[in-house]
T-cell receptor, first 113, second 111 residues
């Protein structure tokens, strides 16, 4: 069964460092998303990506965040200068079309020290 | 008013009984509705999607949608200990393509 895959599963980084979280969405899906979940809190939308551009972003997704689809399979989230409060689980998801269910990867646990 | 409201729980249900999870949403422009299950430390896993008023059944799960009352529910029949998890209500709106999540209801099935 097709699935979304994310790497790494866990990343520890020093405050101020750049991190890149990687995702391979399901191959025939057109919409890609990044979500974040701080421990004990709700799943929060960060950004959606369609047709090689950002279709929507939340107020969390400020200038330190960027997304890219460097080739036909990968979808990346870059955090330029990490802060302690960026520590969270980051989930990548993909959907076949708009307004349908999204399928989530297993997540990357980011710890900023 | 919050976009989506769920009772945080925990909801404790004896094994074999029916678990009933409820969710209300505020935006009448909401279009598609989903229930996700999330085990501790894991990612959300899609359980059910429902797009029109009424009931939708899939195995032990039944989703119910009432757009007039802005209410969606999930029934789990013959509850099993493996059903113990947090259940996330989620939806999309006509004007955008993101899925918005509720905070979730923690369900505990008592053996």
């Amino acid at each position: 069964e097709p699935e979304v895959t994310q790497t790494p599963s866990h990343q520890v980084t020093q405050m101020g460092q750049e991190v890149i979280l990687r995702c391979v969405p399901i191959s025939n899906h057109l919409y890609f998303y990044w979500y974040r979940q701080i421990l004990g809190q709700k799943v929060e939308f960060l950004v959606s990506f369609y047709n090689n551009e950002i279709s929507e972003k939340s107020e969390i997704f400020d200038d330190q965040f960027s997304v890219e689809r460097p080739d036909g399979s990968n979808f990346t989230l870059k955090i330029r200068s990490t802060k302690l409060e960026d520590s969270a689980m980051y989930f990548c998801a993909s959907s076949p079309t708009a307004n349908t269910e999204a399928f989530f990867g297993q997540g990357t646990r980011l710890t900023v020290v | 008013q919050k976009e989506v409201e769920q009772n945080s729980g925990p909801l404790s249900v004896p094994e074999g009984a029916i678990a009933s999870l409820n969710c209300t949403y505020s935006d009448r422009g909401s279009q598609s509705f989903f229930w996700y299950r999330q085990y501790s430390g894991k990612s959300p896993e899609l359980i059910m999607s429902i797009y029109s008023n009424g009931d939708k059944e899939d195995g032990r799960f039944t989703a119910q949608l009432n757009k007039a009352s802005q209410y969606v529910s999930l029934l789990i029949r013959d509850s099993q200990p493996s059903d113990s998890a947090t259940y996330l209500c989620a939806f999309t709106r006509n004007r955008d393509d993101k899925i918005i999540f509720g905070k979730g209801t923690r369900l505990h099935i008592l053996p």
